[in-house]
Nanobody, 125 residues
Framework: QVHLVESGGGSVQAGDSLRLSCASS????????MAWFRQAPGKEREFVAT????????YYTDSVKGRFTITRDNEKSMLYLQMDSLKPEDTGAYYC??????????????????WGQGTQVTVSS
């Protein structure tokens, strides 16, 4: 069992930055790939970024490339999402997710085994 808890969301202006965190417990953190997804009001949840187990390899959806950075600290069992140059369209609930599988990268939510409860990000223009 893996327990994930996100934090760091908030309300900001366009162009501002936020850093989301996700604390993991229950299993060895480096056993699973991690990802961030988001869900805007009235829309389906969508993939944002993923990071591999230990190599630090990353993969992003096109809309956040160059603005968001996903990192992980396996010693602390923490996942991060640094979000810069935020735009109103980045508004939504952000979720971290853990994938116990062996293939990477995975961009669909059905590939992820555990989810956090989400943290809200609101970007106003």
């Amino acid at each position: 069992q893996v327990h994930l808890v996100e934090s760091g969301g908030g309300s900001v202006q366009a162009g501002d930055s936020l850093r989301l965190s996700c604390a993991s417990s229950g299993r060895t953190f480096s056993d699973y790939a991690m990802a961030w997804f988001r869900q805007a009001p009235g829309k389906e949840r969508e993939f944002v970024a993923t990071i591999a187990w230990t190599s630090g390899s990353t993969y992003y959806t096109d809309s956040v490339k160059g603005r968001f950075t996903i990192t992980r600290d396996n010693e602390k069992s923490m996942l991060y999402l640094q979000m810069d140059s935020l735009k109103p369209e980045d508004t939504g609930a952000y979720y971290c997710a853990a994938d116990l599988g062996s293939a990477w990268p995975q961009v669909t939510e059905d590939k992820y085994d555990y989810w956090g409860q989400g943290t809200q990000v609101t970007v106003s223009s």
